[in-house]
């Protein structure tokens, strides 16, 4: 339908902001006050325009504030901003536009449905974007490329590679490097790469990122892998991190291998500080090894599944770990294997320990609150010299191991773990319960757990020691209603539902812009199908 009048933003002889009508004289002149405060925005610094931007961008969602300060702590909050926010200030006012671009390119991600590998159409434009405007190029600090299900073969051969290659290189910057890897290449392990050597069984694209990005990304201080417990060799995972300013490595259900001795030339060599093992399956050998490869480490997160390997306890861990006893600051271990010896990690080992985090569930049978030697050396031995923070840990995700709720028990053994603390003399000061509703939900307790803790928490305060704990998502009455009648206090107690929404058939406009959407791919793919490759390659040459 043709409009009948047509309008644009524009200028008068007077410089100021109109609406211009096509069709006749300038019509609707702003009325802008002539005055200082007219141009209170121009005269503003950057650093407070940042700060009013950044109020502007940050998301609502209290969770994701939560969850955003706590794992990117390492660098610049920018993870939780609203991007539509960001992109509508970068076009409406110049200066809110040198503050606000950064921000909308310095977290770009490539997750389902627009991963790289097969390319989607929003990745292949912002891929062309990204080669015309070289300077936008500067402002990435959080890189995350899910691989996709596209194997090695198939990516070098269809020219998809050369995008996430370029995605991976073209940004200087980048400080967060996250890289997901969900399948095996088992089928491409007889794929030659271009110097003709063939590569092995868990050789993959994921790995040939990781060594672009380690000449290219001299930045990154925090390197994310998941595997998606595909196996890897540790000699290769350690060729290909080669990172000068790592700061953190974590490595998220990674199945490590590896029976190799590390070169005297990597020992106690790499430069990142803090160690986080998610779900991970590794061997005896490959953890040990693992821990004789940072320089200095002071944080380590073991998290593995306590019924796949290493099947490990604490005393085996803590020969590990000492290499690194006089630096380790912050020690987490989850459930190790319940069949293992059931002594408690020895915290006087490492005298510059301030945190350590256990799990409740790797003693299995109950808490044992005597004062025989047994109970009282292992309670001693948890009060490091520097120790201030004791966490225990009640969360669980393995189905193989019973549930133990939060009882009279274990609030004893808090209270004779505070007065062997006043006893000694020792550095603590808190107690952290970490303690949900849904770790009760699976016990068959009757208790209201938070009562004990209340108890508890009274108790340790003549000691000069806090307990911390999550408060109670219901009072003691709603507690008892609903364990015994099996209903919610309120509707969403449990999360908002998920209602199911029967499919529908799409309309003719619907059909039309999938059309044109199709066609700009294609359009896309012909463009950049040879983009930086060799076009030798597709002529058999």
């Not at 090695?152 to 200087?172: H, K, N, Q």
């Not at 350690?238 to 001795?261: A, M, Q, W």
């Not at 990597?266 to 490959?286: E, G, S």
């Not at 004062?371 to 292992?378: A, M, Y």
Request: aromatic share 10%; glycine share 4%; hydrophobic share 35%.
């Amino acid at each position: 339908m043709q409009l009948s009048r047509q309008t644009h933003l524009g200028s008068i002889d007077t410089k100021l902001l109109t609406i211009v009508d096509l069709q006749g004289p300038p019509v609707w002149p702003c009325t802008i006050i002539q005055s200082e405060e007219a141009y209170i925005l121009h005269r503003l610094p950057d650093e407070l325009l940042l700060l009013i931007v950044k109020f502007s961008l940050y998301t609502n969602d209290r969770t994701t504030r939560e969850t955003t300060r706590e794992t990117w702590a390492l660098f610049e909050d920018v993870r939780a901003c609203d991007t539509s926010c960001i992109m509508a200030l970068s076009q409406v006012c110049h200066r809110f536009k040198r503050i606000a671009q950064p921000l909308l390119f310095s977290n770009i991600g490539f997750m389902h449905p627009n991963q790289v590998l097969p390319p989607s159409i929003r990745v292949l434009r912002l891929h062309r974007t990204l080669s015309d405007r070289v300077d936008l190029r500067q402002h990435c600090r959080y890189l995350t490329i899910n691989m996709g299900d596209v194997a090695r073969r198939e990516a070098r051969t269809l020219g998809y590679y050369s995008v996430a290659r370029d995605f991976v290189t073209w940004f200087a910057n980048t400080k967060y490097l996250s890289i997901h890897d969900s399948q095996c290449s088992t089928h491409g392990a007889a794929e030659s790469d271009e110097s003709g050597a063939h590569g092995s069984n868990s050789e993959t694209c994921a790995w040939d990122l990781y060594r672009y990005a380690v000449d290219k990304l001299e930045c990154v201080e925090y390197a994310y892998i998941d595997r998606a417990h595909c196996r890897i060799q540790l000699n290769q995972m350690i060729e290909s991190l080669g990172f000068p300013k790592l700061k953190k490595l974590e490595l998220i259900r990674v199945h490590l291998d590896g029976h190799v001795e590390l070169e005297a030339k990597k020992h106690r060599t790499a430069p990142f500080t803090h160690l986080h093992l998610f779900n991970t399956v590794l061997t005896a050998r490959a953890t040990y090894i693992l821990l004789q490869w940072p320089r200095v480490l002071t944080h380590f997160v073991f998290d593995a599944y306590p019924y796949q390997p290493p099947f490990v306890d604490y005393p085996t861990l803590e020969s590990w770990l000492l290499i690194h006893a006089e630096t380790l600051v912050h020690i987490k271990i989850s459930c190790l294997h319940p069949k293992r010896s059931k002594r408690l990690l020895n915290a006087t080992l490492f005298p510059q320990l301030e945190l350590l985090s256990l799990s409740r569930w790797q003693m299995q049978s109950g808490l044992r609150t005597d004062h025989s030697t047994s109970v009282r050396t292992d309670q001693v031995n948890l009060l490091g010299s520097s120790l201030k923070i004791f966490c225990w840990d009640f969360t669980i995700e393995d189905s193989e191991l019973s549930r133990l709720p939060f009882g009279d028990d274990e609030a004893s053994w808090i209270r004779t773990l505070s007065e062997r603390a006043f006893e000694h003399k020792a550095a603590l000061e808190t107690i952290k319960i970490l303690y949900s509703l849904d770790d009760h939900h699976r016990t068959r307790s009757k208790g209201y757990p938070w009562e004990c803790m209340e108890d508890a928490q009274r108790h340790l305060v003549k000691f000069g020691i806090e307990l911390i704990y999550d408060k109670p998502p219901m009072s003691k009455d709603e507690w008892t209603r609903y364990y015994e009648t099996g209903i919610a206090p309120y509707a969403d107690f449990w999360g908002p539902r998920v209602h199911y929404q029967p499919p529908r058939e799409s309309t003719l406009e619907e059909d039309e812009a999938e059309r044109r959407l199709d066609a700009e791919y294609d359009e896309l793919m012909r463009q950049g199908l040879y983009h930086g490759e060799d076009i030798r390659r597709y002529l058999g040459a």
